[in-house]
């Protein structure tokens, strides 16, 4: 294997593979890493490589395992979870050709995509990720039996691991000497059609892209203007690349300090209605973190649900209920990209992670079919901009002119409470409420969401001058003819 690599570039395989489509897309997942400085993630340590004695044997234990991996849920959503039962003992049985390899691996070693600033640094997710990237570097650069070593402890320390299982029973297929038989192309074909193959594949291909294209550095999701310390993370996620990026919040700003591989709904994005099975796209919030003793084994560790449908949901006619970030049942480490039935789901050991750093009520959540990344200073214009209609808004309001108040506010606007609010009563409330009083506005969230339109959540306290306590609103904003404009209001406390 010390052939596979020259001058960082993939070569064709010395040897016939004999798991065809498989193992080339593990030369592939190892191009892509050798291509991109620096996205390798180190690997943890682990035993001394195995014997080639023991590789038929292994790739039984590991067959099993995978199968034992793909039992399904139990859950409604469990329905449309696709497991890769038997995965390493097909590859092992499957004969490939060296013409099948050059096909997929296609463009295997072209460069990593350029961008205008240097790429964030990879933040490291569960130990089982790393430890599989660091399976595929290995590879790579030619280290098979350092690579199958490494492999066969992950799997050992993760059963269920069933991407794990598959890189392993490629490693394990390596091994074997190629036979003179004629290949087996209906099994290989057979193997090709495989959905629960084609599911794997594709989650590895997610994993990696994700680890590629790197955010830029010092770069947000467009959508977190700015955010309140109050705050002390936020949570965004890329549907595109089946991936949930984590960031801590200070005085300084947002910072990544992790990124998870996920999975969506079995049906994409853009939830419209219940039962739909899709992710639904916008700006929400936890609502509350759910005991996993009270849940079934398929939520795993834990769930978190958000606020879908929230206001502009709702002014939409959106339904549907039960949006949940949660984790897999125990025979499964991961599921496939698209997979449940609208929520977003993780491995255990990193929704355990999340879990201890969420607040309820205050960690937002940006789902997004593809997240656009923007610059600090970007994101301190737009806020400009959206601010100065706050100013207008808390002036107009100072002021006791009614007539310039009402034309923040939508007609239709209300306001959340037992019995809904709406304009006519609202504007009453907030002239005797402000009318001759000076006001603090502190610890602004500004949360920006576009798509057919332009909408911003504004949560932010208010105090007036000689009190020690006040109102803390969550606002939403619709921008028509250029001007921003009320249509929903939520007093917090």
């Known amino acids: 294997m010390a052939d596979i690599v020259r001058h960082g570039r993939l070569q064709t395989l010395p040897f016939p593979l004999r798991s065809g489509k498989l193992l080339a897309a593990l030369t592939t997942a190892s191009a892509l890493l050798l291509a991109t400085p620096g996205a390798a993630l180190a690997a943890n340590n682990s035993s001394s490589s195995s014997k080639s004695a023991?590789?038929?044997?292994?790739?039984?234990?590991?067959?099993?395992?995978?199968?034992?991996?793909?039992?399904?849920?139990?859950?409604?959503?469990?329905?449309?979870?696709?497991?890769?039962?038997?995965?390493?003992?097909?590859?092992?049985?499957?004969?490939?050709?060296?013409?099948?390899?050059?096909?997929?691996?296609?463009?295997?070693t072209r460069p990593a995509r350029k961008t205008a600033r240097t790429a964030a640094p990879l933040q490291e997710a569960s130990g089982a990720e790393a430890r599989l990237i660091g399976v595929y570097e290995l590879f790579g650069r030619g280290k098979t039996r350092e690579a199958l070593a490494k492999a066969q402890t992950l799997v050992r320390d993760h059963p269920n691991f069933q991407l794990a299982q598959l890189v392993?029973?490629?490693?394990?297929?390596?091994?074997v000497p190629p036979s003179n038989a004629m290949p087996d192309t209906a099994g290989i074909a057979r193997l090709r059609g495989n959905p629960a193959m084609v599911e794997l594949h594709e989650e590895s291909r997610r994993r990696l892209q994700a680890l590629r294209e790197r955010p830029p550095a010092g770069t947000v999701p467009s959508q977190f203007l700015t955010l309140s310390t109050r705050s002390r993370f936020a949570i965004a996620v890329d549907a595109s690349r089946s991936r949930l990026y984590l960031f801590e919040n200070s005085d300084k700003g947002l910072k990544l300090v992790a990124d998870y591989y996920i999975s969506v709904g079995k049906s994409g994005t853009d939830k419209a209605v219940e039962g739909d099975a899709r992710t639904p796209l916008g700006v929400y919030y936890i609502t509350s973190s759910l005991d996993p003793r009270s849940l079934k084994d398929f939520y795993g560790a834990g769930a978190?649900?958000?606020?879908?449908?929230?206001?502009?949901?709702?002014?939409?006619?959106?339904?549907?209920?039960?949006?949940?970030l949660h984790g897999t049942p125990p025979q499964q480490f991961a599921r496939a990209p698209l997979a449940s039935d609208g929520c977003v789901v993780m491995a255990n050991p990193d929704l355990k992670q999340l879990l201890r750093k969420v607040q309820i009520g205050a960690t937002p959540v940006v789902t997004a079919r593809s997240l656009q990344w923007i610059s600090q200073p970007q994101a301190e214009k737009e806020t400009k901009k959206f601010a100065d209609s706050i100013?207008?808004?808390?002036?107009?309001?100072?002021?006791?002119?009614?007539?310039?108040?009402?034309?923040?506010?939508?007609?239709?606007?209300?306001?959340?409470?037992?019995?809904?609010?709406?304009a006519d009563a609202v504007l009453r409330d907030e002239l005797t409420y402000a009318q001759g009083k000076r006001v603090q506005i502190k610890d602004t969230s500004y949360l920006h969401w576009r798509d057919t339109e332009d909408t911003m959540v504004a949560t932010f306290g208010e105090v007036f001058e000689g009190e020690k306590n006040g109102r803390t609103r969550r606002q939403y904003w619709l921008r028509q003819g250029g001007e921003w404009k009320l249509f929903h209001e939520e007093i917090l406390g």
Do not use: C, H, M
């Not at 995965?87 to 050059?102: D, I, M, N, W």
């Not at 392993?168 to 091994?175: I, N």
């Open 54 to 108: 023991n590789a038929k044997t292994s790739g039984t234990k590991a067959a099993k395992a995978a199968k034992a991996g793909g039992s399904r849920a139990s859950a409604k959503e469990a329905r449309g979870a696709k497991a890769g039962s038997g995965a390493s003992k097909t590859q092992l049985q499957a004969k490939g050709k060296r013409s099948a390899v050059a096909a997929d691996n296609a463009g295997a």
């Open 168 to 175: 392993y029973g490629d490693l394990l297929a390596a091994q």
């Open 304 to 324: 978190l649900p958000i606020n879908y449908p929230n206001p502009y949901d709702v002014r939409r006619g959106k339904t549907g209920s039960g949006i949940w």
């Open 391 to 422: 100013t207008a808004w808390k002036d107009a309001r100072a002021s006791g002119n009614e007539a310039q108040l009402k034309k923040f506010y939508l007609p239709d606007f209300q306001r959340a409470s037992r019995k809904p609010v709406d």
